[in-house]
């Protein structure tokens, strides 16, 4: 299995990170996807995913909540990171990219912008887009849509939308969702929309560790090792086994992610 969103170069792994390294290697898990989220963070995801080369893999973006020019000088840390595109590099999609208006909607139209240039990044240098929406599904689909072509690809990371939101997102051919901890929750009314709208050929895991835990450890902080409680429930959703999820789940993650394949 594949953990395709994992945040565990977070400073909530930083006193025991090997050791949940290893009970997610333990649990079955092949491969974690850790994505970037701002100039502080790239260091720190470059270096652990150095150092578990093969196991952990690196992504380079902006996240949409740190695109705050009270904060940083976005200009200067984009054309750090497209300078990074430019020559060899470890890096395996651009994310954590996309659109955030939850908390504040201050700085929607830099979101948008630094969103697009990202997109354009994604096609400019083959690269798979890992893609945070929240509260912002229209404008994020506009943007994905001027840009769309047959090479770009990625994941709707942390998918957790309805039934339109849904179809709209699976026009979007070459693209995955990503289902995590959320679609075990008891009030979810994310199982009803997979099984109604998305194949299970449209899916890939995640954990979002160390958010969205998933039952039975609801609450608690989420890691990789976790992964099996989501593919038990989607095998519940899909009226399959746990076997057929988990097979299916992994070639679609690389079917996406090309580069992780070794």
Known sequence: MIDTHSHIDAEEFDNDREDVINRAKNAGVEKILIPNVNPNSLPVVEKICGDNHGFLYPMIGLHPEDANPK???????????ESRLQTTHPFVAIGEVGLDYYWDATYRHLQMEVFETQVKWAVKYNLPLMIHSREAHDDLIRILGNHYCDNLKGVFHCFTGDHRQAQ??????NFMLGIGGVVTFKKATLPQ??????????IVLETDAPYLA??????????????????????EVYRCNAATVETSTTRNANLVFTNISN
């Open 214 to 235: 998933p039952v039975p450890y609801r609450g608690k902080r989420n890691e990789p090792s976790f992964l099996p409680s989501v593919i038990n429930k989607l095998a």
């Open 193 to 202: 929309v997979l099984a109604d709208c998305v194949p299970l050929s449209r």
């Open 71 to 81: 904060d940083m000088d976005i200009d200067a840390f984009m054309d750090y990171m």
């Open 168 to 173: 709209e997102v699976l026009e979007f051919n």
